[in-house]
């Protein structure tokens, strides 16, 4: 047997034995496409190398990935797992060829999920660099990446969208966020609004920065009037005087 092989089976008897505790919630089809073989080494390999204890409750499960909680040492993670088979080749590929950090690569299908991860963790490691309020990464294999827990125990953080008890301070912290991506780690999010901000302890954090592209991307500034539009739009909604051409302002100038 391979030492592959070996590592493995252990992963998977892993899983039978209830170190995923409840990875039945993930549903069995759901399940079979997320944990493919090279999906099952890379979680492994991270396992091993970080020592995770165990990996202990899915967050989240969408289309494209699947985010747990898990234990490294003492400390909550978590890891966001890119499915390999529901990725949109079509969808991303506009936030990567213009990027001109990424532009280069092998831009197959199987290895789209690769690079979309790594881009993940490259912004996650700019927005930290830059001492923005995200989640800060720890590893990267394959499709598997490693970053900060937020939340309290057992309890992720909730989006904004699903609790906002003060928009007036929300907005300023979320104005901050998106002029210091822009400003200081030259990044426009691209996907930004109150699905991807999480509140914790009456801070806010920006998440899911797979598609945020380099201000050098041709179109950057249109991905940032977008998320301008709709992140405007929502604080307006919640009571908040808040306008478009105030906030890009703000970002771009500093005004
Ligand atoms: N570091 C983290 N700590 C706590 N919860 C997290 C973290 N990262 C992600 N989550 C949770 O997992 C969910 C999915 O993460 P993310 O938005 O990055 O993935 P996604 O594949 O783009 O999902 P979606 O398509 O739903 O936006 C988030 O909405 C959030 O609830
Ligand atoms: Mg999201």
């Not at 505790?21 to 090279?38: A, C, I, P, Y």
């Not at 709709?230 to 478009?244: H, K, L």
């Amino acid at each position: 047997m391979r030492d592959e092989d070996n590592n493995l089976s252990a992963l998977q008897e892993l899983i039978r034995s209830g170190e995923f505790r409840n990875s039945q919630e993930l549903g069995k089809k759901t399940e079979g496409r997320v944990f493919d073989k090279r999906t099952l080494l890379h979680i492994y390999h991270l396992m091993k190398s970080l020592e995770i204890s165990t990996i202990d409750f899915p967050i989240a499960s969408g289309k494209e990935s699947v985010v747990f909680r898990a234990r490294m040492g003492k400390t909550n993670i978590a890891i966001k797992i890119y499915k390999m088979s529901t990725l949109k080749f079509n969808r991303v590929e506009q936030y990567i060829s213009g990027d001109p950090r990424f532009e280069k690569e092998r831009r197959d299908r199987s290895r789209i999920v690769y690079l979309w991860a790594k881009k993940e963790f490259a912004n996650l490691t700019d927005l930290h660099s830059a001492g923005i309020s995200a989640p800060a990464p720890i590893a990267l294999k394959g499709n598997v990446l490693v970053m900060k827990y937020i939340g309290t125990g057992p309890s992720p953080a909730p989006l904004l969208k699903q609790y906002n008890p003060d928009p007036e301070d929300t907005y300023r912290q979320v104005r901050t966020i998106l002029r210091d991506m822009y400003a200081k780690a030259k990044l426009v999010h691209a996907d930004f609004s109150e699905y991807n901000l999480l509140y914790h302890r009456k801070k806010v954090f920006v998440i899911d920065v797979g598609q945020s592209v380099s201000l050098k991307h041709p179109g950057s500034l249109e991905f940032l009037k977008r998320d301008v539009k709709n992140i405007t739009s929502y604080f307006m909604r919640m009571g908040v005087s808040a306008s478009e051409d105030e906030l890009l302002n703000f970002v771009i100038k500093n005004e």
